[in-house]
């Protein structure tokens, strides 16, 4: 089993910056890929940004140009550095977590809210 704790949510204006992280326990050495999820009112759950175990990232286009992606190999912290930030980008965001056998764990969620 593995567990993903989320912090760095917050309030932020328009054009401003957060770091999101992600901190696993449990069983990290199963996990393979990490991502980040996001989950606005009324919409469907969308990935926001990945990261294979060879550190390989994919970017939503939503979002290119503006977050990054970064693992640190030693401890699987995860973060997500998010710049420019727009009201569209207001959301629940979602650690989560692969492990090689097929598993997915998600953390509980951290509140990301842009004013304009």
């Known amino acids: 089993q593995v567990q993903l704790v989320e912090s760095g949510g917050g309030s932020v204006q328009a054009g401003g910056s957060l770091r999101l992280s992600c901190a696993p326990s449990?069983?990290?050495?199963?996990?393979?890929?990490m991502a980040w999820y996001r989950q606005a009112p009324g919409k469907q759950r969308e990935m926001v940004a990945s990261?294979?175990?060879?550190?390989?990232?994919n970017i939503a286009d939503s979002v290119k140009g503006r977050f990054t992606i970064s693992r640190n190999t030693a401890n699987n912290m995860l973060h997500l550095q998010m710049n420019s930030l727009k009201p569209e980008d207001t959301a629940v965001y979602y650690c989560?977590?692969?492990?090689?056998?097929?598993?997915?764990?998600w953390g509980q969620g951290t509140q990301v809210t842009v004013s304009s």
């Open positions: 449990g069983s990290v050495l199963s996990i393979w890929n």
């Open positions: 990261i294979t175990r060879f550190g390989t990232a």
């Open positions: 989560n977590a692969g492990s090689g056998n097929g598993n997915l764990y």
